[in-house]
């Protein structure tokens, strides 16, 4: 089955504590992105990637990292988690020029 | 900075009405984007278009490149359809979003 699938689901964690979010997707989509969902704000993007090794800014990149290394996996890292990088995060993946397939989410909290 | 605007941005309609999302955007863009979000949080492409109209089932997405404007049509609502629908538009390779209209269909 096609599909974009985020671990964890839920994350609770401390601040500073580093943490990874994974992104992994089957459908050899040259293109990847994440996304943080806050009410009243939307979704806004953090960083995406055009393909292996080429990844760049969206609109909000401060306190997150990300690679790509493989085709298939984008993760994002947050160095030094602070509690207002608590939100929905969403990665999504696309053929270039094609709609976005977004993964189901991760709901992180950070106190 | 508001780079996409929807509007209404709460929506409740009776089984059956025909309704109408739109998105206005300030940028120049090379696709727009209409999203759906359902309670619990999955989001779905519904349609990515350039220019003019696309349908699929119940729905009809419309765009006019000159005044910077969509619509999302759903017709013949259904309880089903209560979700979040989301605009976004991507000027090349980033993306920007609009905070959603939340619908809610009354059996």
């Known amino acids: 089955e096609a599909q974009v699938t985020q671990n964890p689901r839920y994350l609770i964690t401390v601040t500073g504590k580093k943490l990874t979010v994974t992104c992994s997707q089957n459908?050899?989509?040259?293109?990847m992105s994440w996304y943080r969902q806050d009410p009243g704000l939307g979704l806004r993007q953090i960083y995406y990637?055009?393909?292996?090794?080429?990844?760049d800014k969206g609109d909000v990149p401060e306190g997150y990292k990300v690679s790509r290394k493989e085709k298939r996996n984008f993760p994002l890292i947050l160095e030094s988690p602070s509690p207002n990088q608590t939100s929905l995060y969403f990665c999504?993946?696309?053929?270039?020029?094609?709609?976005?397939?977004f993964g189901n989410g991760t709901r992180l909290t950070v106190t | 900075k508001n780079e996409v605007e929807q509007s209404p941005q709460n929506l409740t309609a009776q089984e059956g009405e025909f309704i109408t999302i739109n998105c206005s955007y300030s940028?120049?863009?090379?696709?727009l984007h209409w999203l759906q979000q359902h309670p619990g949080g999955g989001i779905v492409s519904l349609f990515m278009l350039s220019s003019g109209k696309k349908k699929h089932g119940r729905l009809i997405a419309t765009i006019n490149i000159q005044e910077k404007h969509s619509s999302l049509h759903i017709t013949a609502s259904h309880p089903r359809d209560s979700a979040v629908y989301i605009c976004a538009v991507s000027p090349g390779n980033q993306f920007y979003f609009g905070t959603g209209t939340s619908l809610t269909v009354i059996p």
């Open positions: 990637s055009m393909n292996v090794e080429v990844t």
């Open positions: 459908m050899n989509h040259e293109y």
């Open positions: 999504a993946s696309s053929r270039h020029n094609s709609p976005l397939h």
């Open positions: 940028v120049g863009i090379s696709a």
